[in-house]
């Protein structure tokens, strides 16, 4: 796949963190590149940098050497304002924890992203609807997550990530923690949405219940793909 086809493109990825006196190299010249409406999967054992490639395809950090592209922009250069822009804009998220407000509803939720987004009212309305609608939610619109099962809260953790049609979605163990009836749910849902809306899917897992239906499955090793 050539760097233009891409929803996202990465190019000799290094990234090295400081463990007390010593550096950790998390990733090692990793290039990876994902098409609209591919789901790709990362495996490896924990420390193998899953989480760190998640971070740099979301934009929630940067290299300290390569290159990345995200729907065409080259990415290096830009400042941290531009960089948060681009990542409220184009990139959903969903974590492992759901990462979930707790003192807000399933709606408000979902909400959130069109909020940071200045999206307005009726429009929000409209989008929230139908994304609640689509996960099969929208009896539980009011419920505060607390009051949700791990499967609901993870089906509105979705319908946050989508709410923004992201071009591209980064998802940390979705079906972790889950059972089999409500992982294969979260699954189908997912991949799903992906093809309805042409989103490139990036997703770290150890679950083979994900990671077998996906597209292609990577293996990253003492951070590098194998």
């Known amino acids: ?13 290094r990234k090295s963190y400081r463990v007390g006196e010593s550096s950790v190299e998390a990733l090692k010249g ?11 999967a990362l495996t490896g054992p924990s420390g193998s940098g899953k989480s760190t490639l998640l971070n740099l395809c979301g934009l929630i950090d940067t290299p300290d050497a390569g290159s990345r592209e995200l729907c065409g922009k080259v990415l290096d250069g830009l ?23 707790p003192v807000m509803t ?8 069109l909020l940071l987004l200045g999206v307005a009212l ?9 994304a609640l609608h689509r996960v099969g939610l929208d009896a539980l619109a009011r419920r505060l997550p607390d009051a949700l099962s791990g499967g609901q809260r993870q089906r509105v953790a979705i319908a946050r990530a989508l709410i923004k049609a992201p071009a591209l ?7 972790a923690n ?12 997912l991949h799903e949405l992906a093809r309805e809306r042409s989103a490139s899917v990036v997703v770290a897992t150890h679950d083979e219940r994900m990671s077998s239906h996906c597209d292609r499955v990577l ?5 590098e793909l194998q």
Do not use: C, W
């Open 1 to 13: 796949m050539s760097m233009a086809q891409a929803t996202v493109s990465l190019g000799g990825l």
């Open 122 to 130: 009726e429009e929000r309305r409209r989008r929230v609807a139908e």
């Open 79 to 101: 400042d941290e304002i531009r960089l948060t822009q681009l990542r409220r804009e184009k990139v959903g998220f969903i974590f492992q924890g759901f990462n979930l407000v």
């Open 30 to 40: 990793v290039s990876l590149a994902v098409a609209a409406g591919e789901m790709v």
């Open 169 to 175: 979605v980064i998802a940390d163990e979705p079906t």
């Open 106 to 113: 399933a709606y408000d939720n979902v909400e959130y992203p």
């Open 219 to 223: 293996h990253l090793i003492d951070g």
């Open 178 to 189: 889950l059972d089999s009836a409500t992982a294969r749910q979260i699954v189908d849902l």
